[in-house]
């Protein structure tokens, strides 16, 4: 943006400096607001939700990286290939099809996250953009509902993992008596362990960029023991890498292939809506585009390796294959190994649950009622709600986890991520009015507060993503035909589809009747 300032309604003003409605264009082409340039006392706005100053925009490459790193090392990502193998693929076409997906997922990710160093701003507010300031708590609330979800699933894992290890430790930890259909024991590591995340996170981003930039490289050491420890033990290899697919690469490959790919694509699906959330304190674009592809597809391709080679040195060494590491770290006598896997299995699922399932609904909900929810009372109710849900369920069968559970979630998600994409890029060329996003009077109010084609888009793109869904007969809640039959054939291509319908449909509404201010947009 170097050379244009913002359009205003006025027309364009060029050269960094004060810009349109009170915004300050730096010469790398980042924006900040001038002082009381956010109406106050304003509905829409709270100091979570403002922009971060320039100042405090600090995050590097490595810090970006180690995000995703944090992130992408924990239990249910290490059980993404045991899924896809369950469903009938050898270890090559599983690690084949999540490295796809993590590349794939990786381009709209950069393409939102860029609002996030530009604007300074959070998912929920750079929505109001294309939906509207009202508008925008449809997308927020939908995102922070799977993350709450999320966070209901892996705080129940890392609390399972405890409860495994501490009952090697102690013996008859695991023998205790039952509450509600699992040992008193077992809640009670859950209700630690949940109280752990949200004290850390209650902290503030600050706090949780120094857990990430240290968590990362300890769980790839922890990961790197256990294939040393697994391969001693194996003395090399098992011979699960010499197991043919199932499947082959022919005509029963493909039928299983496109739907596990928007299952895996739908996994950090979440994470290319509401990155913005991270990136806002980057200190320039090239730290979150580097950050990001440094961290995500490279990561999750490792994991799902190394998952591979331990798991293939499990079914060499006990006649079995064991895909879940804490259930095979157990398998040790050593008190020493067993307090490791311990404290690795607890930092690597808080680095993911924390950045991925809490940061994200703790804005979201804060925009929903800014003047009486913060980011730490978000926070608080994310944890509430994520018990309450109880989510563990999704994950009992690798057709209900990834097809009805990660494939609806991904459609849905992929049509906002469409519309955000569209008005971001395409309609403004990534120009915003700042102020305008905290203001009733502003550009983004549209009908009430509503941006009518944003709208039309979500639900034509949403309807043609998961109206089809479908579950084989008796593993889960669609039915077999699908919700809507004729649309049953789309359901496979779920987050793909649902992009691309609100993409077109939402630029096609705008160019035949262009939103407020960008009729008279120029490039930049």
């Known amino acids: 943006m170097t050379g244009t300032a913002p359009t205003t309604d006025e027309g364009p003003q060029s050269g960094p400096g004060p810009g349109a409605a009170g915004q300050f264009t730096h010469a790398d082409g980042r924006v900040e607001l001038t002082d009381g340039a956010i109406p106050e006392g304003s509905r829409f ?22 995000v995703w790193v944090g992130m992408a090392h924990n239990i249910p990502s290490w059980l993404l290939a045991s899924g896809l193998v369950a469903l009938g693929m050898d270890w090559k076409q599983a690690v084949f099809t999540i ?15 860029h609002a996030g160093p530009k604007y300074g701003i959070p998912f929920p507010v750079f929505a109001r953009a294309s939906f509207g300031v009202r ?22 894992i890392g609390g399972q993992g405890i409860f495994i290890l501490l009952g090697k430790i ?18 009670v590591c859950f209700v630690l362990f949940w109280a752990l995340e949200l004290a850390i996170i209650y902290r503030g981003m600050e706090a949780l960029r120094r857990f990430e930039n240290w968590a990362a490289p300890f769980v790839i050491v922890g990961a790197l023991v256990l294939l040393a420890w697994m391969a001693v033990k194996a003395g090399g290899l098992g011979p699960l ?7 082959g690469w022919g005509a029963e490959f493909w039928p299983v292939f496109f739907p596990a790919l928007m299952g895996m694509i739908a996994f950090w699906s979440t994470l290319s809506l509401n990155i913005p ?16 592809s440094l961290g ?19 079914q060499a060494v006990y006649g079995t294959t064991i895909w879940d590491p804490v259930k095979l770290a157990a398998k040790t006598d050593n008190v020493f190994g067993l307090l490791f896997a311990l404290v690795t299995v ?12 809490v940061v994200s609904p703790a804005y979201d909900l804060a925009n929903l009622a800014p003047r009486f929810i913060n980011f730490r009372t978000g926070a608080l109710i994310t944890g509430v709600v994520g018990v309450i849900i109880m989510p563990w369920k999704l994950t009992e069968t690798p057709e209900l986890y990834i097809y009805t559970w990660l494939g609806t979630v991904g459609g849905l998600l992929g049509t906002v991520a469409g519309i955000l994409i569209a008005d971001y890029w395409v309609l403004r060329r990534t120009r915003l009015l700042l102020a305008d996003l905290y203001r009733e009077d502003g550009v983004y109010w549209y009908s009430g507060g509503w941006n009518l084609r944003a709208l039309a888009a979500f639900t034509v793109g949403g309807l043609l993503a998961v109206g089809g869904s479908y579950s084989a007969k008796g593993k889960g809640p669609f039915p077999a035909d699908g919700l809507i039959p004729f649309l049953q054939p789309l359901a496979d291509y779920g987050w793909a589809i649902g992009m691309a319908a609100s993409l077109l449909v939402y630029m096609g509404l705008s160019v035949v009747s262009p939103p407020r201010g960008v009729a008279k947009s120029t490039p930049q």
């Open 45 to 66: 706005a709270n100091a979570d939700l403002h922009p971060v100053p320039m100042a405090e925009r600090h995050w590097t490459t490595y810090n970006f990286a180690a």
């Open 99 to 113: 490295a796809l997906a993590n590349v794939i997922v990786l381009m709209p990710m950069l393409l939102t996250g």
């Open 135 to 156: 508008g925008a708590n449809l997308p927020a609330m939908i995102r922070a509902a799977v993350a709450c979800c999320w966070f209901g699933i892996q705080t129940w």
């Open 170 to 187: 102690f013996g008859d930890w695991t023998k205790a008596s039952q509450i509600g259909g699992q040992p008193w024991t077992l809640w």
């Open 241 to 247: 890498l010499d197991q043919p697919s199932e499947l």
């Open 277 to 292: 959330d991270f990136t806002r304190f980057g200190a320039g674009q090239r730290a979150q585009v580097w950050g990001q």
């Open 296 to 314: 995500l597809p490279t990561t999750m391709t490792l994991f799902a390796l190394l998952s591979v080679f331990v798991t293939s040195g499990s």
């Open 346 to 357: 607890l930092v690597a699922t808080i680095s993911v649950n924390i950045a991925a399932n």
